[in-house]
């Protein structure tokens, strides 16, 4: 009964017609594009992706290769920037939409372009006071010119009336003959604002800024421009464009093979193992600096990672290369390269500075800090190698100075003479201890959990050269100390606190070992000189002894591990068979070999 | 929005390409050799919308300065046609348009900071006259043609000069040439009524023809001037073009005197009639002095 009543209580519901319109939608609204969306440089690269989206339709509707060329004209002094392109231009229809807002074919096919929200020819609202752009499709014999008064929009922005009324009368379409065979589209950006645009009016800044963002060819002169172009070819939107800004080619610019290796190419996969992206990389031929590669700014040229979306660089270098995400992050400077993301899915944001939060951005900005770890824990490997072999240049001119000074040491009272070889012994173990440990690090056994360090490490010092070089630095080693036991005072041969060396010295030593290794010349004295400062000091005692205390621990943990190995062989095998015999026989010389003089 | 279909006032003439294509081409080809061997040129100009001249010699031309004057929106227009020709054409290397007028910037200081000196191609193709005169008397076009020359001193540079002969001058034109005629018949030497007469048959032309060395000769004296016969032809309207090559003058550190065989050598050249590339006439205004076979094609000062 209650029910019932209710029901005839409750009033009924009557639709109004009503339309959604234009005139619903404020100006305001426009004024996230004119109070700064994009940085002048920014304003640059979106009339760029245009004309190169203009190519993309050329080569589709005609089926031939465009000319794939974007010259750009700033001209300072009259405070304007023009953009042309000569690609498939626009009719009648295309003019009409191409001054609407977000809306725009290349929405419906965001894989098929590089711009796709739509936002064109509206990025410069901010910059300029007006916006001129003429063009002309193929095989239509009219040329299309429409202006817009961005000025008068900005200024009337933020009155309450719909969006129509905001642009009514402040655009204007005109058309003329033209030749029929002509295709292109000019934007012309006129009076751009000084205040906080003149960086777009710097010719400079704009080809440095191009030489990094925007896909434009590698520079025909770097040694490895064939190569990665090579490498690239397969890959999808990786096509470049020749881009002239007043007449003078931009290209990429990346530092000499006097500078760097060569470069390496990787797949990046993500954790389920789908390839993510392509990336080329080549390591710093250089060491012991804190910017490892040496790069000419003035001429363009970079060090760290770009990461390139459609071949247009997104954000800085090292793009989500963090410190607290990135194991030794600071030696991504020690590399050049680039990423081309190849997930579809990834899309840049608005102003490109970032990805589009998707599906996938979070699984491919972890494979990318992947990358970069693996790569800059790489520059360690690539340390210690340099180290190693440094070392064992070291012990070669050690040795070679003993060798000169044992003839005259034949005469015990040429205490000058045996100060010398005291301190070069001294020398020779310190370089036998960490020439060990290297060797340690060869013949480990790698585990599941290694850190991407350690793999570094050893995958470097695993190289046959630097293998064979440390063994044969450590035979060296033994063989000199073993001839100085025969001949001099075992009272000589007692390191002294003052044949340790002193931070600076290290130092020093250090530098010259590094030039020794990039083939930079000295001179025979300068290295004797580098020896005999050695060891001034005694606060590397204090690390010596850590170092040595070290080393005995080492020791003992490796006899144990070998008295354990043999008793598990022992068990096994059998302590009495043929086989047991052979191991225990050959294992002491085996582990010398290895430098383990156990 | 409204619908316009634009046709562009100014077509260049058949005669006018002859002129630019073979004469100028030929000139500067020369004075390139002669002078800037393994060097590009400097061009300053007013190239019209069409820039055909730099185009033509685009193959001389390192860096160029283009000069359009705004002062109306048909003159705005061409402005922008000027930059759409250059990317068109992909000219923009070394370009720079100013909008300005070309004599504001040759005549004043501030104008003369805004050009990148120096030039070694000038082509002032004027739409109008030599003296058309401001009102106080000066003519803005001919102190513009003396900051050019007092700017290029140690400069060596040619100079094309094209002018209209519907020129609103204020009578100057006439009253120099009767006193230049009054001149010359005081020295005793011959012809030079008949000269003047055949100069005159030509009207304004033939002023210009007599004005023109005998100007540039008076303002240019740290140049040496070589000038090449004037060609009359029509274009838009009835034109004659000038062409003189400006060799820095290094002989006498107080300039070069303007002797009256100067004159009388630029007085004697012919003149050319161009009407279309197969009708090229060459006409004797009459000789002054001198032998008729001692004359030469070109008048030096």
């Given at each position: 009964m209650k029910k019932k009543i209710a029901e005839q209580m409750q009033l009924p519901w009557t639709e109004i017609p009503a339309n959604w319109t234009i005139s619903d939608i404020g100006a305001p609204l426009l004024a996230s594009l004119a109070e700064g969306l994009y940085d002048a440089q920014e304003v640059l690269r979106e009339y760029v992706q245009n004309a190169v989206d203009s190519y993309v339709d050329f080569r589709r509707l005609t089926g031939r290769d465009p000319q794939n060329t974007v010259q750009v004209l700033i001209d300072s002094n009259g405070g304007e920037v023009h953009i042309m392109d000569r690609g498939v231009g626009m009719d009648q229809k295309d003019i009409l939409l191409?001054?609407?807002?977000?809306?725009?074919?290349?929405?419906?096919?965001?894989?098929?372009?590089?711009?796709?929200?739509?936002?064109?020819?509206?990025?410069?609202?901010?910059?300029?006071?007006?916006?001129?752009?003429?063009?002309?499709?193929?095989?239509?014999?009219?040329?299309?010119?429409?202006?817009?008064d961005f000025k008068s929009i900005r200024d009337h922005i933020y009155e309450p009336i719909p969006i129509d009324e905001l642009l009514r009368g402040r655009f204007e379409i005109h058309q003329q003959d033209t030749n029929v065979e002509d295709h292109y589209t000019h934007v012309k950006l006129v009076n751009v604002r000084r205040d906080r645009y003149q960086a777009l009016l710097d010719i400079d800044k704009m080809m440095h800024y191009a030489a990094q963002y925007l896909p434009v060819p590698f520079d025909p002169d770097w040694h490895y421009t064939p190569a990665v172009k090579e490498a690239l070819a397969s890959v999808v939107w990786t096509s470049t464009y020749e881009l002239t800004i007043n007449g003078e080619p931009v290209f990429r610019y990346f530092p000499p093979e006097t500078e760097i290796k060569k470069p390496e190419f990787v797949h990046i996969k993500d954790d389920e193992n789908r390839e993510v992206a392509l990336a080329w990389f080549a390591e710093t031929k250089r060491t012991g600096?804190?910017?490892?590669?040496?790069?000419?700014?003035?001429?363009?040229?970079?060090?760290?990672?770009?990461?390139?979306?459609?071949?247009?660089?997104?954000?800085?270098?090292?793009?989500?290369?963090?410190?607290?995400?990135?194991?030794?992050?600071?030696?991504?400077?020690?590399?050049?390269?680039?990423?081309?993301?190849?997930?579809?899915?990834?899309?840049?944001?608005?102003?490109?500075?970032?990805?589009?939060?998707?599906?996938?951005?979070?699984?491919?900005?972890?494979?990318?800090?992947?990358?970069?770890?693996?790569?800059?824990?790489?520059?360690?490997?690539?340390?210690?190698?340099?180290?190693?072999?440094?070392?064992?240049?070291?012990?070669?001119?050690?040795?070679y100075a003993i060798e000169k000074l044992l003839p005259s040491s034949e005469n015990m009272s040429d205490e000058k003479n045996l100060s010398s070889i005291a301190n070069y012994v001294a020398t020779l173990e310190e370089y036998q201890?960490?020439?060990?440990?290297?060797?340690?690090?060869?013949?480990?056994?790698?585990?599941?959990?290694?850190?991407?360090?350690?793999?570094?490490?050893?995958?470097?010092?695993?190289?046959?050269?630097?293998?064979?070089?440390?063994?044969?630095a450590l035979g060296k080693i033994s063989r000199?100390?073993?001839?100085?036991?025969?001949?001099?005072?075992?009272?000589?041969?007692?390191?002294?606190?003052?044949?340790?060396?002193?931070?600076?010295?290290?130092?020093?030593?250090?530098?010259?070992?590094?030039?020794?290794?990039?083939?930079?010349?000295?001179?025979?004295?300068?290295?004797?000189?580098?020896?005999?400062?050695?060891?001034?000091?005694?606060?590397?005692?204090?690390?010596?002894?850590?170092?040595?205390?070290?080393?005995?621990?080492?020791?003992?943990?490796?006899?144990?591990?070998?008295?354990?190995?043999?008793?598990?062989?022992?068990?096994?095998?059998?302590?009495?068979?043929e086989f047991y015999r052979q191991i225990e026989e050959r294992l002491p010389s085996e582990l010398r070999r290895r430098g383990l003089d156990v | 929005m409204s619908k316009r279909i634009s046709n562009s006032k100014f077509t260049s003439s058949e005669a006018k390409n002859y002129i630019r294509d073979i004469f100028d081409f030929e000139i500067i080809r020369n004075f390139k050799h002669e002078h800037y061997q393994d060097q590009s040129l400097a061009y300053l100009g007013l190239p019209g919308e069409g820039i055909l001249d730099v185009l033509s010699w685009r193959q001389f031309i390192g860096r160029w300065t283009g000069?359009?004057?705004?002062?109306?929106?048909?003159?705005?227009?061409?402005?922008?046609?000027?930059?759409?020709?250059?990317?068109?054409?992909?000219?923009?290397?070394?370009?720079?348009?100013?909008?300005?007028?070309?004599?504001?910037?040759?005549?004043?200081e501030a104008g003369q900071q805004q050009l990148k000196w120096p030039?070694?191609?000038?082509?002032?193709?004027?739409?109008?006259?030599?003296?058309?005169?401001?009102?106080?008397?000066?003519?803005?076009?001919?102190?513009?043609?003396?900051?050019?020359?007092?700017?290029?001193?140690?400069?060596?540079?040619?100079?094309?000069?094209?002018?209209?002969?519907?020129?609103?001058?204020?009578?100057?034109?006439?009253?120099?040439?009767?006193?230049?005629?009054?001149?010359?018949?005081?020295?005793?030497?011959?012809?030079?009524?008949?000269?003047?007469?055949?100069?005159?048959?030509?009207?304004?032309?033939?002023?210009?023809?007599?004005?023109?060395?005998?100007?540039?000769?008076?303002?240019?004296?740290?140049?040496?001037?070589?000038?090449?016969?004037?060609?009359?032809?029509?274009?838009?309207?009835?034109?004659?073009?000038?062409?003189?090559?400006?060799?820095?003058?290094?002989?006498?550190?107080?300039?070069?005197?303007?002797?009256?065989?100067?004159?009388?050598?630029?007085?004697?050249?012919?003149?050319?009639?161009?009407?279309?590339?197969?009708?090229?006439?060459?006409?004797?205004?009459?000789?002054?002095?001198?032998?008729?076979?001692?004359?030469?094609?070109?008048?030096?000062?």
């Open positions: 191409a001054k609407s807002i977000a809306v725009s074919p290349k929405l419906s096919r965001p894989n098929d372009f590089v711009g796709f929200r739509g936002i064109g020819i509206w990025s410069g609202l901010s910059v300029c006071d007006t916006l001129v752009l003429e063009t002309t499709k193929i095989d239509v014999p009219f040329l299309y010119r429409l202006r817009i600096q804190r910017v490892a590669i040496k790069v000419n700014y003035k001429r363009g040229e970079v060090n760290n990672f770009a990461v390139r979306i459609k071949n247009f660089a997104v954000g800085q270098r090292g793009l989500y290369a963090l410190p607290q995400d990135v194991l030794d992050f600071d030696n991504l400077d020690w590399y050049v390269g680039e990423v081309y993301i190849t997930d579809t899915d990834i899309k840049p944001d608005t102003n490109r500075r970032s990805f589009q939060r998707s599906f996938r951005s979070d699984d491919v900005i972890r494979a990318l800090k992947k990358f970069y770890t693996t790569v800059a824990t790489s520059s360690r490997g690539w340390s210690e190698e340099v180290n190693t072999l440094a070392l064992c240049e070291n012990v070669k001119d050690a040795v201890d960490k020439l060990k440990k290297a060797l340690n690090k060869i013949n480990a056994v790698d585990m599941p959990d290694d850190s991407p360090r350690t793999q570094a490490e050893r995958r470097y010092l695993r190289k046959s050269y630097v293998k064979e070089a440390v063994e044969l000199t100390l073993d001839q100085l036991m025969l001949i001099v005072p075992a009272s000589i041969l007692q390191p002294s606190d003052s044949s340790k060396q002193n931070g600076t010295n290290k130092r020093k030593q250090s530098k010259a070992r590094t030039a020794r290794i990039k083939g930079d010349h000295i001179t025979a004295n300068e290295a004797l000189s580098t020896q005999a400062i050695a060891g001034n000091s005694t606060d590397i005692n204090i690390e010596q002894s850590i170092a040595s205390s070290e080393a005995k621990k080492q020791l003992t943990s490796l006899e144990l591990a070998i008295n354990a190995f043999l008793a598990t062989v022992a068990a096994v095998v059998g302590e009495g068979s | 000069v359009q004057v705004v002062d109306t929106s048909y003159n705005a227009e061409i402005a922008d046609r000027i930059v759409q020709k250059v990317l068109l054409n992909r000219m923009e290397r070394g370009f720079e348009l100013l909008r300005d007028n070309i004599d504001e910037l040759l005549a004043t030039y070694q191609i000038v082509n002032l193709d004027y739409y109008g006259g030599l003296v058309n005169a401001a009102e106080n008397g000066n003519s803005r076009r001919l102190n513009a043609l003396r900051g050019l020359f007092a700017r290029q001193i140690d400069v060596s540079f040619v100079l094309f000069l094209t002018l209209n002969l519907r020129d609103r001058d204020r009578g100057e034109l006439t009253r120099l040439v009767n006193a230049e005629e009054e001149e010359l018949s005081g020295l005793e030497i011959q012809g030079v009524s008949e000269c003047f007469t055949g100069h005159r048959e030509f009207g304004n032309a033939g002023e210009l023809k007599i004005y023109v060395p005998i100007f540039l000769g008076a303002i240019a004296n740290r140049h040496s001037l070589i000038f090449h016969p004037p060609i009359l032809y029509q274009g838009t309207q009835q034109m004659i073009h000038f062409a003189v090559r400006c060799i820095p003058y290094k002989a006498d550190s107080a300039g070069r005197i303007f002797r009256t065989k100067d004159h009388l050598s630029c007085l004697n050249l012919p003149l050319y009639l161009l009407h279309n590339r197969d009708d090229l006439r060459k006409v004797d205004l009459g000789y002054i002095g001198i032998d008729k076979d001692e004359s030469l094609d070109d008048g030096r000062l």
